[in-house]
């Protein structure tokens, strides 16, 4: 069959990147492809803080109905910006292989870690996870594409910003002056692409199980199910990594007040057969000590906020 891969696309640098690299893999299988760029409204909008505008599928949406209306066949996303629950029709058609997890500090100098600083994020996670570990910084919001945020942080005072390192390197845009942040838990699935197709589009489906890569796919499915018991429909400061070494799956998660003051975290090393529900024993044990109480005054602060 001749058919044309139509990939939709976010436009930006980096989810240009993301698309032309499923692009030549397919092309590399001996199928035909189309980029599709498709503005979103998390792009448009870059003074409302993301957790404002629903957080939740708004890098995705429009692809979303892209597909849904036919003109698209599969759309290419950074997996951590994917709700956990698809649009009814819309199914994950591969994970490819997970890039680097970890968050790193790009800075101007680190003399102020021990003092007072200012540090740019849009992440509810990253802010409280930093203010966690710092509590005399004061955390201002940073949005936009890759580009923009470097540029934001070189035209203000800031001491850093926090970014997610696989972005970086995957345009080359990561500086010398960067450190990495190991203490601090990624977003779910953070590092890993996801691609998308509609469910009865047996051809394209075919065509990406290839591309799948089955060890990302299963600690990033791990990490979601955990986000998915823990949220509850609600935006949240949440951290989850899974990892395997052989035969065991080390498992990390926490949940985060606001301001940084409480965490409630979970630690789990399991055989690579007893991962069933896992991420969902560890929400459950994180809920069941402190968490559903935490998680209804997150729910009660962000509605107050917005």
């Known amino acids: 069959m001749n058919k044309v891969i139509r990939i939709g696309t976010r436009d930006s640098e980096l989810a240009l990147w993301q698309a032309k690299t499923v692009q030549n893999a397919l092309e590399k299988a001996g199928h035909k492809t189309e980029l599709v760029p498709v503005k979103s409204t998390g792009d448009l909008n870059l003074d409302q803080p993301l957790y404002e505008m629903g957080i939740t599928g708004i890098f995705t949406k429009t692809l979303d109905v ?20 698809l649009p009814k029709g819309i199914v994950e058609a591969a994970v490819l292989k997970r890039a680097n997890t970890k968050d790193i500090l790009i800075h101007k100098g680190l003399d102020f870690l021990e003092s007072e600083g200012i540090i740019a994020t849009g992440s509810l996670r990253r802010k409280a996870q930093w203010l966690n570990k710092h509590p005399n910084h004061k955390v ?16 203000n005072d800031w001491n850093g910003a926090i970014f997610a390192a696989a972005g970086l390197e ?44 089955r060890e990302s796919e299963i600690t990033v499915h791990i990490e979601r199910e ?24 080390y498992f990390e998660g926490a949940l985060f007040s606001l301001d940084g003051k409480e965490k409630i975290g979970v630690e789990k ?9 896992l991420g969902r024993r560890c929400a459950e044990e994180i809920l069941n000590n402190g968490g559903a109480k935490l998680m209804q005054q997150i729910k009660a602060e962000i509605n107050t906020e917005g």
């Open 226 to 249: 955990f986000l998915k018991v823990l949220e509850g429909g609600c935006t949240a400061p949440i951290g989850a990594l899974a990892t395997i070494d052989k035969d065991l799956v």
């Open 269 to 277: 090393t399991v055989s690579i057969h007893d991962i069933e529900n």
């Open 140 to 155: 201002v919001d940073l949005r936009g594409n890759v580009n923009t945020r470097m540029k934001k942080l070189d035209d």
């Open 170 to 213: 995957r345009i080359a845009l990561k500086p010398d002056n960067f450190t990495d942040l190991n203490w601090m838990i990624p977003a779910p699935a953070q590092g890993a692409m996801l691609v998308v197709a509609m469910e009865e589009d047996e051809f394209t489906r075919k065509a990406l199980a290839l591309l799948n890569h």
């Open 66 to 85: 892209a597909m849904i209306k036919g003109e698209i066949d599969i759309a290419v996303h950074s997996m951590k910006d994917v709700p956990t629950a």
